[in-house]
C-alpha cells in the first residue's frame, strides 16, 4: 500500500516530529523521522488527531491550482466561442449544423438522427466559431453532470412551423441552469403558411424575449434548407461573443474536455477533444479522467493533422491507454508518473463517493477543516 514519512505526517498534522514518534511508539512502532511508516498505522495515529488519512497521492487540486496561477500569470487572448445547438427532434439542429460547415453529416446519419457527438469548426472573415453538435440535450447535461461545462452560447432552434415544444422548454431550463445565454435560429422560414408572431410568443412566455420586442435575446430567421440568415446566425454568435469578453491563455500546458470518445479498432481509444485553456501539443502527456496516455496523433474536424492545437479547438486524439467517458476533463500533465497520480487519485476519489465516504481531497484539506 501507499506510505507516507513521519516527518511528512507529522507536517500534515501539524504536530511536533518527536511528539509523534512517541506516539508511534507507544503503539509500538518505532520510526525516526525519515523513515516511512504504512497508512494503516498513520490513519490511527491521525484518528488520535481526529484526522483521516488520505493517502498522499498528488492531489489533482495541487496540480490544477499550480497550472491556475500559470494561466492567470499568463497572457489572456480572445478565444472563439464555443456553441451547443439545442432544440426540439426534427427543428433542424443537424440541418443547421451541416449548412453551417457546408459539408452533409445529415444525410449520412442513420434515420436523419444524431447519432453520436461531433465538434466542428467555422470560420467567417477569420473569426472562428467552434460547435458542438449534441443529440438534444442530454448530452449537454450529461457533460455538465460531469462538472464539463464546455458550452458558451446555446443556438436554440425553433422550427417556424412548430414553435415552442417540449424539448424546446427543456432546452431553455438547462441554458437557464447553466447560465449559458441563447441565441434563437427560428428556422424553416422557407415554409408556407408560418406565423411568427406565435413563434415569438410561446417563446416571451418561456421568459425567451427577443430583442425586436424589447427583450434582450437575439433572434435569427434562417432556412438551414435553402441557406439563408446562416450568416446572420454567425454573426449574433459573434456578437455574444463580443459582450461574453471571452478570453484564454495560450502560452499554458492545454486543459479541455473529453466530447466523445470510442475504441477504435485500428487506432485504438479516439476522443474528440474541446481545448478550453492553453495548449494541446502532439507528445503531451495527458490524462483524461481516470485515463492516461500521450497525445500520438492529433486531427482537426477535417481530418487534418496538427502539431498543436489552442483553445476553443475541436481535435481528435489518439494516445490514450484506454477510452475516456464524454464531459471528463482531460489535462496535460508533466508526465507519464504524473498522470498516473492524478488518475489514481481519482480513481481513490470516485471509491470513495460511490461508498459514502467523505471524499476529502487531502490532509490538508481535512485539516483546514479543523
Ligand atoms: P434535428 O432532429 O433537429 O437534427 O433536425 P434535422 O436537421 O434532422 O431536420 C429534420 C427535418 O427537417 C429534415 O427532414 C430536414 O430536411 C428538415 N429541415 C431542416 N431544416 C429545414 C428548413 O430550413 N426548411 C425546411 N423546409 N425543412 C428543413
Ligand atoms: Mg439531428
Redesign the pocket.
Known amino acids: 500500500g501507499h506510505e507516507i514519512t513521519v516527518g511528512d505526517l507529522a507536517r500534515q498534522l501539524s504536530v511536533k516530529a518527536g511528539e509523534l514518534i512517541k506516539k508511534l511508539m507507544a503503539e509500538g512502532v518505532m520510526a525516526t523521522i525519515n523513515q516511512n511508516v504504512d497508512f494503516e498505522t498513520a490513519t490511527l495515529i491521525a484518528s488520535e488527531y481526529k484526522y483521516e488519512v488520505k493517502s498522499n497521492l498528488v492531489s489533482l487540486d495541487d496540480i490544477l491550482s499550480s497550472k491556475k496561477d500559470a494561466y492567470e500569470s499568463a497572457d489572456q487572448q480572445e478565444r472563439p466561442p464555443i456553441v451547443t ?1 439545442m ?13 453551417l460547415r457546408k459539408a452533409k453529416v ?1 444525410a449520412g ?1 442513420a434515420g ?3 447519432q453520436h457527438i461531433g465538434a466542428y469548426s467555422v470560420e467567417k472573415d477569420g473569426r472562428k466559431v467552434a460547435f458542438l453538435d449534441t443529440p438534444g440535450h442530454e448530452a449537454f447535461s450529461a457533460m455538465r453532470s460531469r462538472g464539463a461545462q464546455v458550452t458558451d452560447i446555446v443556438i436554440l ?1 425553433v ?1 417556424a ?1 412548430d414553435g415552442v415544444m417540449p424539448q424546446t422548454v427543456e432546452a431553455i431550463s438547462h441554458a437557464k441552469d447553466a447560465g449559458v445565454p441563447i441565441i434563437v435560429a427560428v ?5 408556407p403558411n408560418i406565423n411568427l408572431d406565435r413563434v415569438y410568443t410561446e417563446l416571451t412566455e418561456h421568459g425567451i424575449q427577443s430583442e425586436e420586442w424589447g427583450g434582450d435575446t437575439q433572434f435569427v430567421k ?5 441557406g439563408t440568415g446562416l450568416d446572420d446566425l454567425i454573426e449574433a454568435v459573434l456578437l455574444q461573443s463580443e459582450i461574453l469578453e471571452l478570453t484564454a491563455a495560450t502560452d499554458v500546458p492545454g486543459t479541455g474536455a473529453v466530447v466523445e470518445a470510442h475504441l477504435d479498432k485500428g487506432r485504438g481509444p479516439v476522443a474528440t477533444v474541446m481545448i478550453r485553456e492553453g495548449t494541446l501539443r502532439v507528445g503531451d502527456h495527458v490524462v483524461a479522467g481516470t485515463k492516461v496516455g500521450r497525445v500520438r496523433a492529433m486531427t482537426n474536424h477535417l481530418g487534418k493533422r496538427l502539431k498543436s492545437a489552442g483553445p476553443s479547438t475541436p481535435v481528435e486524439i489518439v494516445g490514450l491507454s484506454e477510452v475516456p467517458m464524454a464531459g471528463d476533463t482531460i489535462d496535460v500533465v508533466e508526465g507519464e508518473r504524473q498522470a498516473r497520480e492524478v488518475a489514481a487519485w481519482r480513481e481513490e476519489q470516485a471509491a470513495a463517493m460511490a461508498s459514502g465516504k467523505s471524499s476529502a481531497a487531502s490532509l490538508e484539506e481535512l485539516l483546514s477543516k479543523v
Open positions: 445547438i432544440g426540439h427532434v426534427d427543428h433542424g439542429k443537424t440541418s443547421i449544423l451541416d449548412a445529415a446519419e436523419g438522427i444524431t432552434v422550427a412551423d428556422n424553416k422560414i422557407d415554409k434562417v432556412s438551414a434548407l435553402q
